[in-house]
């Protein structure tokens, strides 16, 4: 349910050393959300036989992709364990050096969100560049290394590029007695809103990682055909938050969790004092010193949000039950051997479903880990360019597909 990333402290690092681990042209496609008629062409081959992929019109997605026909395989030793991978890819993967203005966002309800934007973008890039946002993991920002590959690659594309920091996250200012959660959405339609508003020429997408892509499938699902988003790509999505609870405490993953739940203290010592007046249903003391994730959100997260207990708060949060409500093109990306999104979670009965739904889950990659590809193993993680190659494909498409409309309207006017 959570993801594993900048929290991670001295109490994982001693852990981990205690711990014996070691090509298809297309010319016309029918698809609900593409016109009857395009002219897009690109190679692409079926997927390689190490790649799980499925989809309710998965033939309407094939075309994007460029590296699939490959073999999948994990970087020598290191994809060999999937808490080796996961932990690799936090320590040694590299950090690209970005530099970043901030703008701080003021939410309906006096909370805040940090916006980190690419310095320059505003004045090097036209105003209908395709925009994409980041929705980083459980405690996770603009700072992280998964994080920045991604907005590198998409800001080389000519892409506008945008990191959501959740409240509290990324240094992000907290100015109410409340953070984020998986149930929560009035943040991402808020920021989805703001960037929409302020590029109205520019096709809108999204991209999120972990707990982010479990807020994203509910935000999709929310909005339904009228989602100001042209497409949207989950990547280790816990999906059943009740699964991946279940599987959270169990064994090694207890090491996340103790690590997790010390990052959430940390947060949460920081702006103490806008809780000190809470209603007794608030178990302040827990939470400042909780030593899990479900603890914390039993005492402090559940009760933000209104839900009686934390399974209810689980069960209700989870994006499993959204895919069906997704109406605009979203790729899903998991890795089979994720320890924290746990394949049994991933509903693939749904997605198969769901003509807008493509699923790929790879062999290995841990959690947001992938340490595999052309750049592995300190570049970036091989999704990143099966994600640009979808993004560029529904850009290039929607793009056509005005063209069309607009070149038709001309002539019916003429």
Not at 90 to 105: A, G
Request: charged share 20%; hydrophobic share 35%; proline share 6%.
């Amino acid at each position: 349910m959570a993801r594993f990333g900048s929290s991670i402290g001295s109490s994982l690092y001693h852990n981990i050393n205690n711990n014996p681990i070691t090509k298809l042209s297309i010319a016309t496609t029918k698809h609900p959300f593409f016109p009857a008629k395009r002219h897009v062409t690109m190679s692409a081959t079926q997927p390689h036989q190490s790649l799980d992929v499925t989809g309710g019109d998965v033939d309407s997605f094939l075309p994007a992709f460029t590296t699939l026909h490959r073999p999948y395989n994990s970087y020598s030793v290191v994809g060999s364990n999937t808490h080796l991978e996961t932990i690799f890819a936090f320590y040694f993967r590299s950090t690209p050096d970005v530099s970043l203005r901030r703008q701080c966002l003021r939410t309906k309800d006096d909370g805040s969100v940090s916006l980190d934007w690419v310095v320059g973008d505003d004045r090097n890039l036209s105003p209908n560049a395709p925009t994409l946002i980041l929705l980083p993991g459980l405690t996770g920002g603009s700072g992280d290394s998964y994080i920045r590959h991604m907005l590198l690659r998409a800001r080389k594309k000519g892409w506008c590029v945008v990191v959501f920091n959740s409240r509290g996250c990324g240094n992000s200012p907290v100015t109410t007695p409340q953070f984020y959660s998986a149930s929560f959405l009035g943040d991402i339609s808020e920021v989805v809103e703001h960037v929409s508003g302020r590029f109205p020429d520019a096709n809108l997408y999204a991209a999120g990682w972990s707990l982010g892509a479990n807020i994203l499938v509910r935000y999709l699902a929310q909005e339904g055909a009228n989602c100001r988003l042209s497409g949207a790509v989950s990547l280790c999505n816990p999906f059943n938050l009740v699964v991946a609870d279940e599987d959270f405490r169990k064994g090694f993953n207890k090491v996340y969790d103790k690590s997790l739940s010390s990052s959430l203290r940390r947060i949460f010592k920081k702006h103490a004092l806008l809780f000190g007046e809470m209603s007794e249903e608030y178990n302040i003391p827990a939470a400042a010193n909780c030593r899990s994730v479900r603890e914390f959100d039993d005492a402090l997260t559940r009760v933000s949000f209104g839900f009686k207990s934390v399974d209810e708060y689980y069960s209700k949060s989870s994006s499993s039950d959204s895919i069906p409500n997704v109406c605009k093109p979203l790729l899903c990306i998991q890795a089979a051997n994720d320890p924290i999104a746990p394949a049994r979670g991933i509903p693939r009965e749904a997605i198969k479903m769901n003509s807008n739904c493509m699923l790929i889950v790879t062999p290995e990659g841990g959690h947001l880990g992938w340490v595999a590809g052309d750049e592995a193993p300190f570049g970036c993680p091989w999704t990143d360019p099966v994600v640009m190659d979808f993004l560029e494909y529904l850009e290039k498409t929607k793009s056509n597909s005005i063209g069309e409309k607009t070149h038709t309207l001309q002539t019916t006017v003429n």
